[in-house]
């Protein structure tokens, strides 16, 4: 069967608590790949799971194209909760730095889901949204890879990690444990050609 690559699927950018500023790597990611899309949210200092996880919904709903999330901090629990509210079309997620669930009074809530999809968790040794112990017990309920990617802090624009080329590999690699979904050259229509994607994995 064959290998998949990332222009076989719809990328949805979901960001944490006030969003991602131009200097982080999911905006950076979005600036190297247009076609990459950012769920926005209403309120992006209000961290409301239903609402986040609705919204992520209902952009997932607006195309059956299969997608592959990437999520940073509290987006990546309104990732985990829309999975576990029968969510359309994911076939993946790149879990970044997951912020704790206990700050958000959500644990009981977020500990019944096993997501249904392949998922990889990327979490750091001195990350202050949650201990690197805890992200590895929740990587193991909700069924994720769990990849310690060192001292990187929150994994964020204050981390200086440029295009984080890791995180692009670990995206790359999702991809490819995911069937392909012959939407290749759908995407590659739009504009994206396969060349910018030769990155070491």
């Not at 992520?56 to 997608?67: E, F, G, K, Y």
């Not at 977020?110 to 990587?139: E, G």
Request: glycine content about 6%; some cysteine.
């Amino acid at each position: 069967m064959a290998r998949s690559s990332i222009l076989d699927f719809r990328i949805l950018i979901v960001p944490g608590l006030h969003g991602s500023g131009p200097d982080h790597w999911q905006s950076r990611w979005q600036r190297l790949y247009p076609y990459f899309e950012r769920i926005e949210q209403a309120q992006w200092d209000v961290p409301d799971l239903a609402a986040w996880s609705e919204q992520l919904d209902r952009v997932l709903r607006i195309s059956t194209q299969p997608a592959l999330i990437v999520a940073h901090s509290f987006g990546c629990l309104t990732t985990v909760h829309c999975a576990a509210s029968t969510a359309p079309n994911i076939l993946g997620a790149l879990l970044v730095a997951p912020a704790d669930p206990r700050k958000f009074g959500i644990s009981e809530i977020l500990r019944k889901v096993k997501l249904p999809f392949a998922s990889i968790m990327i979490s750091s040794t001195n990350d202050p949204w949650m201990k690197s112990r805890c992200a590895s017990y929740w990587a193991s309920v909700w069924g994720s890879e769990f990849v310690n990617a060192g001292a990187l802090g929150h994994i964020n624009a204050e981390s200086n990690l440029g295009d984080w080329r890791l995180g692009l590999s670990k995206l790359q690699c999702l991809a490819a444990t995911v069937p392909s979904t012959g939407y290749s050259k759908a995407v590659c229509q739009r504009g994206v050609s396969e060349p910018i994607l030769q990155f070491s994995v």
